[in-house]
T-cell receptor, first 111, second 112 residues
Framework: AQSVTQLGSHVSVSEGALVLLRCNYS??????LFWYVQYPNQGLQLLLK??????LVKGINGFEAEFKKSETSFHLTKPSAHMSDAAEYFC?????????FGQGTRLTINP | DTGVSQDPRHKITKRGQNVTFRCDPI?????LYWYRQTLGQGPEFLTY????????KSRLLSDRFSAERPKGSFSTLEIQRTEQGDSAMYLC??????????FGPGTRLTVT
């Protein structure tokens, strides 16, 4: 079965600093990978997806992620954090027809 | 494209009562999913429909839970004889392809 591990349940960065959220997956087949963002009391919004095309994937709001098969990783980055980036971020991998999510990383932005 | 909608957004019920949630997917999406999210956790898969057929159910979906998608449009999730452990956010998602799922705002259930 596929699984996702997000390293760090809480990450805090200063406004303008680099954001790095870590995701490692295990999959017996070539995976499709996703990052979602969730603001308080809201559903999940798709940030970006990897579907076996380019290994560097660009998403919305300035986020990008790089698929590294050798490291089984799909880390999310943003060069310069903005206060509006404060939210919960989830990495997910497909397993048959469904998504398997990590436990999430709460991102806090310090002014 | 109005997105996935869910109703109600919040539900407070007493233990032992039955509750029903509704999900309206994006109109052209033939796949519909239900997930449950508890505090501090990622969403967990409950069940999946392709058109009106329920094709997969998680072991998390006990006999007290039932989901339907009549005519392949909206879906309902019913929980019978609610327990305090059922308190969670119930998320619905839809997709056209078997990935890239679009989520609704969720229904937050509190069982007292």
């Amino acid at each position: 079965a596929q699984s996702v591990t997000q390293l760090g349940s809480h990450v805090s960065v200063s406004e303008g600093a680099l954001v790095l959220l870590r995701c490692n997956y295990s999959s017996s087949v070539p995976p499709y990978l996703f990052w979602y963002v969730q603001y308080p009391n809201q559903g999940l919004q798709l940030l970006l997806k990897y579907t076996s095309a380019a290994t560097l994937v660009k998403g919305i709001n300035g986020f990008e992620a790089e698929f590294k098969k050798s490291e089984t990783s799909f880390h999310l980055t943003k060069p310069s954090a903005h206060m509006s980036d404060a939210a919960e971020y989830f990495c997910a991998v497909t397993q048959a027809q469904k998504l398997v999510f990590g436990q999430g990383t709460r991102l806090t932005i310090n002014p | 494209d109005t997105g996935v909608s869910q109703d109600p957004r919040h539900k407070i019920t007493k233990r032992g009562q039955n509750v029903t949630f509704r999900c309206d997917p994006i109109s052209e999406h033939n796949r519909l999913y239900w997930y449950r999210q508890t505090l501090g956790q990622g969403p967990e898969f409950l069940t999946y429909f392709q058109n009106e057929a329920q094709l997969e159910k998680s072991r998390l979906l006990s006999d007290r839970f039932s989901a339907e998608r009549p005519k392949g449009s909206f879906s309902t999730l019913e929980i019978q004889r609610t327990e305090q452990g059922d308190s969670a956010m119930y998320l619905c998602a839809s997709s056209l392809e078997p990935y890239e799922q679009y989520f609704g705002p969720g229904t937050r259930l509190t069982v007292t």
